[in-house]
């Protein structure tokens, strides 16, 4: 089992920054991806990024990429999404996912946080 606990969010302004935080518990998490999705209100869960603990790749929405940076720090077991240029299209609920790096990570991974919500003002 993988517990996934989200923090971070928040109101900003259109062209501000904020820094997701996921911390998981539970397991070792060598041979998984972690990452976020986003659900914003009427709308279906869609990824974001995601990177694969062991090796660190990573990989981006297009709508993200260039503005939003996924990390991890391997001795805290947590990632991180640094969001800049934020945009009002940008809110939604960011929801932290893990599961094994063979099954990816899609709208039916295994393991989620609770969400954090964020939330861009123009």
């Known amino acids: 089992q993988v517990q996934l606990v989200e923090s971070g969010g928040g109101l900003v302004q259109a062209g501000g920054s904020l820094r997701l935080s996921c911390a998981a518990s539970?397991?070792?998490?060598?041979?998984?991806?972690m990452g976020w999705f986003r659900q914003a209100p009427g709308k279906e869960r869609v990824f974001v990024a995601a990177?694969?603990?062991?090796?660190?790749?990573?990989y981006y929405a297009n709508s993200v990429k260039g503005r939003f940076t996924i990390s991890r720090d391997n001795a805290k077991n947590t990632i991180y999404l640094q969001m800049n240029s934020l945009k009002p299209e940008d809110t939604a609920v960011y929801h932290c996912?893990?599961?094994?790096?063979?099954?990816?990570?899609?709208?039916?991974?295994?393991?989620w946080g609770q969400g954090t919500q964020v939330t861009v003002s123009s």
């Open positions: 996912a893990a599961d094994l790096a063979s099954k990816g990570l899609t709208a039916s991974s295994r393991y």
């Open positions: 990177i694969r603990w062991t090796g660190g790749n990573t």
């Open positions: 539970g397991r070792t998490l060598s041979g998984y991806d």
